[in-house]
């Protein structure tokens, strides 16, 4: 009752019915000391960070290690679709994981689902580290090497959506678009954490020491980094928003169920927005090393050069997006980056393969501006369609469908480039299509800065 109570004036009255619910009551939003919110934003980036590190470090490892150590063929070309069939299995049990967590997240909390992500995935990458090859012990290295990367996939599928949840629903009414942005810079921090890793350990070891013991260890140096995200978590209290739901009982007995029934046309939407960019950016952030230097003929470093000035361009695009789409709103940004990235999926794939000059411009454009504004602004806006109840389950599940869709990409990629080259008709026209989808759909979402905030 006390907290229904707003002063004359105030700029923060409170929206009316499907606004109010969708918009997540900002009643005890921003609560906590500044120091305490900054702990909450560093755990949340942090914990990302580590996260995206070990999902990304399998990327890395796919083509250089993998294709050769657990998968070996007499044609290259299928080991290497083989080991990107592992990788896309990560992608394919992420969903589980949103729908595990999501369930821990909506009803014991969002720090305490978070824990266990990162027990999750620093325990299999760690134990990716220590595995036997197919010539040591046969079928059992790729049985094995799977079962790891599913555990991975199934951690990541709950880590997303609670760093979001975390800087989100901890953030000081009206910059929740930046606080939203800030976990999203995880992706590219880890993702270039985890390339550099191989990249470091392959220049200090000859070629036989690297496929030998090298590999292993940024897989081993894992449980150093999760075991300290756990620490910093640790730290950190649980967000107002679930705080307050807790505390009046409103928790959801089986928030998988309440989600479909109650907000499953929002599931579907945050799948459909997703898909199109979600192709492009398992392209640009993983992908590309391997399309580089196997159809393109680029020098190994050539490639990581272009992935890392992409990501550092990220760095900086993410949160001064995030902080603009607290005026300008999500849905016009989200539309402007497809038209964007539609307009220039074939010019990338005619570009990319021009020169190193090209390249590395091509990435960062398309990868560190465009990409990165649709990215900066995803977590804000798929979280706030949905309420409290049922907001860990709806936008993790949303979103990791679609990633699970978007995470054979790389299957599909190395069959089209087998028959029919590096053609950027071919590639940017598949771009297209699922960039084609995803604007539509776009088009009639609502704007949902207008649902978290009300203007006096």
């Known amino acids: 009752m006390v907290l229904a109570i707003r002063k004359k004036g105030a700029a923060d009255y409170r929206l009316p019915g499907r606004e109010q619910a969708a918009g997540c009551d900002n009643r005890t939003e921003g609560g906590g000391s500044p120091l305490n ?64 967590f999501g369930h821990l997240g909506d009803r014991l909390g969002r720090k305490a689902a978070l824990m266990y992500t990162l027990v999750g995935m620093g325990g299999s990458s760690t134990l990716i580290g220590l595995l036997p090859t197919y010539e040591q012990v046969g079928l059992l290295a790729p049985i094995f090497l799977v079962i790891l990367r599913l555990i991975q996939g199934i951690s990541l599928g709950g880590e997303w959506g609670g760093a979001i949840l975390l800087a989100t629903e901890s953030a000081p009414k009206g910059v ?98 997703k898909l199109g960019d979600g192709f492009f950016n398992v392209f640009t952030m993983s992908y590309v090393l391997t399309f580089a230097t196997v159809y393109l003929s680029y020098p190994r470093d050539t490639a990581l050069n272009a992935l890392t000035i992409g990501c550092a361009v990220m760095l900086v695009t993410i949160p001064i997006i995030g902080y603009l789409s607290d005026f300008v709103g999500r849905k016009r940004i989200y539309i402007g980056g497809l ?52 907001r860990y389950t709806g936008l993790s599940v949303g979103y990791q469908i679609a990633a699970a869709i978007v995470g054979f990409g790389p299957l599909i ?34 704007e949902t800065r207008s649902m978290a905030y009300s203007r006096s």
């Not at 390339?195 to 150093?224: A, K, Y």
């Not at 990629?413 to 539509?440: E, N, Q, R, V």
């Open 413 to 446: 990629w190395t069959s089209m480039a087998k028959s029919y080259g590096p053609s950027p008709w071919i590639f940017g026209g598949f771009m297209m299509a699922g960039i084609a989808l995803s604007l539509a759909l776009s088009l009639f979402a609502p």
């Open 37 to 100: 919110k900054f702990r909450v934003l560093f755990a949340s980036i942090a914990g990302s960070i580590i996260e995206w590190y070990d999902f990304y470090l399998y990327g890395s490892a796919t083509g250089l290690v993998f294709s050769t150590l657990f998968f070996p063929t007499h044609d290259p070309a299928i080991s290497l679709i083989l080991a990107f069939s592992t990788f896309g299995a990560g992608y394919a049990a992420r969903p589980i994981g949103s729908v595990l």
């Open 176 to 273: 929740r678009g930046l606080y939203g942005s800030i976990p999203q810079m995880g992706v590219p921090i880890g993702l270039v954490a985890g390339t550099l890793s191989f990249s470091l350990i392959s220049h200090v070891t000859t070629n036989e020491q690297f496929m030998s013991w090298g590999w292993r260890i940024p897989f081993l140096f894992s449980i150093v980094l999760v075991s300290l995200a756990i620490w910093i978590r640790s730290g950190i209290e649980e967000t107002p928003i679930f705080q307050e739901q807790k505390e009046s009982g409103d928790i959801a007995r089986v928030p998988i169920v309440e989600a479909l029934r109650s907000d499953g046309k929002n599931v579907l939407r945050a799948i459909g927005l």
């Open 339 to 390: 038209i964007l990235l539609f307009l220039l999926a074939v010019p990338y794939f005619s570009l990319i393969g021009k020169g190193a000059g090209w390249f590395y411009w091509m990435q960062a454009i398309v990868l560190g501006i465009i990409w990165a504004a649709i990215f900066s602004t995803q977590g804000t806006f798929f979280s706030e369609l949905f309420p409290p109840k049922v």
